[in-house]
């Protein structure tokens, strides 16, 4: 991560920390924890079941919004996580929760030896660093088996559309396409496979529906032909050697 980019993230996430700040529950409201964040731990489950307990690392795990549900349900993937943060702040709060071994640490340069965890976890941070294939690069070589990413969705219209917003601007939100995230990995040394598929689509709270309806077209659209590419994220499942 560039310089400038790290001043950003410190000026701008230690505020949201230290004001106990959550940008998807300002922007979605209570369907962050009813529904986006469960989905996130629901797709996380689904791709390293079958694991035997594993040693992770969650790159950008802010204050551990889904840190703590991979905690709390205990999969038997689940071995122990080490969840790094780039602001202080953000460690702070991780190791606060319990997370003692929590480390400050650039997703793009991090202190780690290789091949270090058997899995890296990261959920929608790529699309805030300056140099996502670097930070593609760093996940690979710190992980042995697998690899699990959470991202926006660069090819949604209205994910791109919502990017010129001040609350999107500020939050440093720049997300890349599928094809754009599959070409930070596929190439790189050890990667067998590389997997792509839409997920979720979440309108703001100030425009959202109930909750039920919302809940109910998101995982619809994630299956329609073509339409489908217009969820707002995407998961990214990566198999190593």
Request: glycine share 4%.
């Amino acid at each position: 991560m560039s310089k400038k980019s790290i001043k950003r993230m410190d000026s701008t996430y230690n505020e949201y920390y230290e004001e106990e700040y959550s940008f998807r529950k300002h922007w979605f409201g209570p369907i962050t924890d009813d529904y986006i964040l469960p989905n996130y731990y629901r797709w996380t489950n689904r791709f390293l079941d079958g694991l035997p307990a594993s040693t992770i690392v969650e790159l950008g795990a802010g204050d551990g919004e889904v840190t703590d549900i991979i905690k709390q349900n205990n999969p038997t993937w689940y071995k122990e996580i080490t969840p790094t943060e780039v602001v202080e702040q953000g460690v702070t709060k991780l190791k606060e929760k319990g997370y003692a071994k929590a480390v400050m640490a650039d997703a793009c340069e991090t202190p780690f030896a290789d091949k270090q965890f058997d899995v890296a976890l990261a959920y929608d941070v790529m699309h805030h660093v300056a140099e996502p294939k670097e930070m593609a690069k760093e996940m690979v070589r710190i992980a042995k088996k697998r690899i699990f990413l959470i991202e926006a969705n660069g090819a949604s219209i209205i994910r791109k559309l919502l990017e010129h917003t001040e609350t999107y601007k500020k939050a440093g939100e720049n997300s890349y396409t599928p094809a754009q995230y599959r070409s930070f990995f596929e190439n790189l040394p050890g990667v067998l496979r590389v997997e792509i598929d839409p997920l979720q689509f979440i309108p703001p709270k100030i425009i959202s529906p109930v909750d039920k309806i919302t809940i109910s077209f998101s995982e619809g659209l994630q299956f329609v032909p073509l339409l489908r590419w217009q969820c707002s994220g995407v998961r990214i499942r990566v198999t190593l050697r």
